[in-house]
């Protein structure tokens, strides 16, 4: 079954920093990827997507990921957090033939003043 | 659009005892997901119609959990009789199209079974 793995449960970063959410999948045709956002007693909200369509994905709030199929890869990253991206970032995969979403086990960005 | 609705969004209840929980999906959407979310086992799906079928129940802990939906703007998780480890953040989600496309996920409900 297709799955993702999410590197470190709690990153922390000062504001201004580099931010970077590690993302690992298992497939062996690449799958849909997506990277959700989760706020404090809120529900999921999209960041961005991979569809094959661009190995580099664009998202909201200044979000970038990039697909790296020979790393197996969907790493998260934006150039300078700011407090307001402190929340809990879920990396998913969609499987092939599958609607439904096969999430990570998600990772809790902190960041410091 | 209000985006996926769910009532309520607070649940406590005791052991054995019924709970419903409500999902009203996007407009014009035609999957819905029950998802789970507790600390031990992250976020799980329960079960997802398309078109208002049951595609995928194997998420589903047991027989005391059933989901139905009765039309596209509806649906029903049921847990009966409740017992305290369904305690847990119960999403509901939806959907339009096919695996590449975003799901709108509901604020979710909070159930505590004591």
């Known amino acids: 079954a297709q799955s993702v793995t999410q590197l470190g449960s709690h990153v922390s970063v000062s504001e201004g920093a580099l931010v970077l959410l590690r993302c690992n999948y298992s497939?062996?045709?690449?799958?849909?990827l997506f990277w959700y956002v989760q706020y404090p007693n809120q529900g999921l909200q999209l960041l961005l997507k991979?569809?094959?369509?661009?190995?580099l994905v664009k998202g909201i709030n200044g979000f970038e990921a990039e697909f790296k199929k020979s790393e197996t890869s969907f790493h998260l990253t934006k150039p300078s957090a700011h407090m307001s991206d402190a929340a809990e970032y879920f990396c998913?995969?969609?499987?092939?033939?599958?609607?439904?979403?096969?999430f990570g086990s998600g990772t809790r960005l902190q960041v410091q003043p | 659009d209000a985006g996926v609705i769910q009532s309520p969004r607070h649940e406590v209840t005791e052991m054995g005892q019924e709970v419903t929980l409500r999902c009203k999906p996007i407009?014009?959407?035609?999957?819905l997901f029950w998802y789970r979310q507790t600390m031990m086992r992250g976020l799980e799906l329960l079960i997802y119609?398309?078109?208002?079928?049951?595609?995928?129940d194997s998420g589903m802990p047991e027989d005391r959990f059933s989901a139905k939906m009765p039309n596209a703007s509806f649906s029903t998780l049921k847990i009966q009789p409740s017992e305290p480890r369904d305690s847990a953040v119960y999403f509901c989600?939806?959907?339009?199209?096919?695996?590449?496309?975003?799901?709108?996920f509901g604020p979710g409900t909070r159930l505590t079974v004591l």
């Open positions: 989600a939806s959907s339009l199209g096919g695996s590449e496309n975003e799901q709108f």
């Open positions: 497939s062996s045709v690449p799958p849909y």
């Open positions: 991979y569809t094959s369509a661009a190995t």
């Open positions: 998913a995969v969609s499987p092939t033939g599958r609607r439904a979403l096969t």
């Open positions: 407009s014009g959407h035609n999957s």
């Open positions: 119609f398309n078109n208002n079928v049951p595609i995928d």
